[in-house]
């Protein structure tokens, strides 16, 4: 038998989320792939969209779960970080709550439906539409983080970044924090930013899939045309980062004011600590209200690239070891 390939919608929350669901030919491991948890993260969308499609001519082992577009409040109407409804950022929610709002339910549906009973958890990010971003991959310290850190070094992005439950994470409630604690292994998956999508970005995605497809024992021999109608990567691919860095430390920075920020860096470059990372200035250009420096050396992995920021907005993403 063939892979077979069923595209439905799944209700979550009362939304008709679509799911491509691909069942191999054999037995084997179940994947679970989000993209689209924040709403206008866009090449990480294009990716899962183009990888899922890719699978049907593939000699596949075990069940994918492809989610390309899950918080589609936050997609529609083209909304950054939060759902409209409740203002709530969907990646702070999870495990999340049946009876809370739009986001909690939605976290908590996603959670019960999509990942438990999954066996390796990806979820596909990028910067949102004001963020510019280095590629890395996010796991979590716990009992599942050995083969977790397998999916982030097979993922091959350059940097991965793992953090510890307690008061110095710098981002807790995500679908790979809420996975780790089930003993799911998952990573957070990031390439691309501020509402693009660029080939570059989405080709890092397809070929960090691919490579977590052959590192879970999913690929059986590949089919004929391996490459895949739409030139999704073919199976063992390696184009990933062979040695990436791994950094133990995930340091966000914040304005005290309101203001006009202006970076001094960009992303996946090395900051001293010390430098300077930017400034947040008066709208009028005539005051710098607040100097930003590296509290450690690193590397940014993301940076805010919109001017405008809030009174505690967040700035840039240090990534420390
Ligand atoms: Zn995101």
Redesign the pocket.
């Known amino acids: 038998m063939p892979t077979t390939v069923l595209r439905r919608t799944l209700d979550l929350a009362g939304l008709d989320v679509p799911v491509v669901e691909v069942s191999g030919a054999s037995d084997g491991p179940r994947l679970t792939v989000i993209a689209g948890?924040?709403g206008c993260?866009y090449a990480?969308m294009a990716a899962v969209r183009q990888w899922s499609a890719s699978l049907a001519v593939r000699d596949l082992r075990g069940r994918v779960r492809a989610v390309p577009v899950l918080n589609l409040p936050a997609f529609r109407a083209r909304s950054p970080?939060v759902i409209p409804e409740d203002g709530k950022n969907l990646?702070r929610c999870f495990p999340g709550d049946p009876a809370g709002t739009l986001a909690d339910r939605l976290a908590h549906a996603t959670f019960t439906q999509l990942i438990t009973g999954s066996d390796a958890l990806i979820d596909a990010?990028?910067?949102?539409l004001p963020e510019a971003l280095e590629p890395f991959a996010l796991y979590e310290a716990g009992p599942s983080e050995e083969q977790a850190l397998a999916l982030a070094i097979a993922y091959g992005l350059g940097y991965i970044i793992r953090q510890e439950a307690g008061p110095d994470r710098a981002v807790g409630g995500t679908t790979s924090a809420a996975a780790a604690e089930a003993g799911i292994p998952a990573i957070?998956a990031?390439a691309g930013g501020c509402g693009l999508i660029e080939q570059e970005a989405v080709d890092l995605h397809v070929a960090g899939l691919n490579r977590v497809l052959a590192s879970l024992g999913m690929l059986g021999e590949p089919a004929s045309d391996a490459a895949g109608p739409d030139g999704a990567a073919p199976p063992g691919d390696e184009r990933g980062t062979a040695r990436p860095v791994v950094l133990s430390r995930f340091i966000w920075l914040r304005c005290d004011e309101a203001g006009w920020w202006q970076p001094a860096v960009r992303p996946g470059e090395t900051v001293a600590e010390g430098q300077l990372l930017g400034t947040v200035s008066t709208l009028d250009g005539g005051q710098v209200l607040q100097s930003i420096m590296a509290p450690a050396a690193g590397v940014p992995m993301f940076i805010t690239s919109s001017p405008a920021v809030a009174a505690d907005g967040l700035l840039l993403g240090l990534g420390a070891r």
């Not at 990010?125 to 949102?128: I, L, Q, S």
């Open positions: 948890v924040h993260e990480s970080f990646n990010h990028c910067g949102d957070t990031e």
